[in-house]
């Protein structure tokens, strides 16, 4: 795959035994449990705050969270189901107070 002139690679599929459990990007109110869900990029290679719950097929009570960091999309992979940051005063989310991006 390549976009603005640079190759990604080969998309992959997560596999059968993969399941989405749920995405929550920013720009969402309410998390997506089914249909699709958008993870926006801008040219100077920010995105927005995202957590992308993964589970085994089958499985409800366990699993892995991507969670995408806006400044640098650096993602980081954490036990279990993570939410975003708390959104402060003003409806933004904040690094501050405790989180360890």
Excluded at 56 to 78: D, Y
């Amino acid at each position: 795959m390549e976009i603005a002139g640079e190759n990604l690679g080969e998309p992959r599929d997560l596999g059968a035994s993969i399941d989405y459990h749920q995405v929550q990007t920013e720009h969402d109110a309410d998390p997506h449990t089914d249909g699709r869900a958008y993870l926006y990029f801008w040219p100077g290679g920010e995105t927005e705050w995202a957590s992308v719950q993964l589970r085994r097929a089958g499985e409800k009570s366990t699993g892995l969270t991507v969670l995408v960091s806006p400044l640098t999309g650096r993602a980081r992979i954490e036990r279990g189901y993570v939410g975003l940051p708390k959104r402060n005063r003003e409806g933004d989310i904040s690094e501050v107070e405790g989180d360890s991006w």
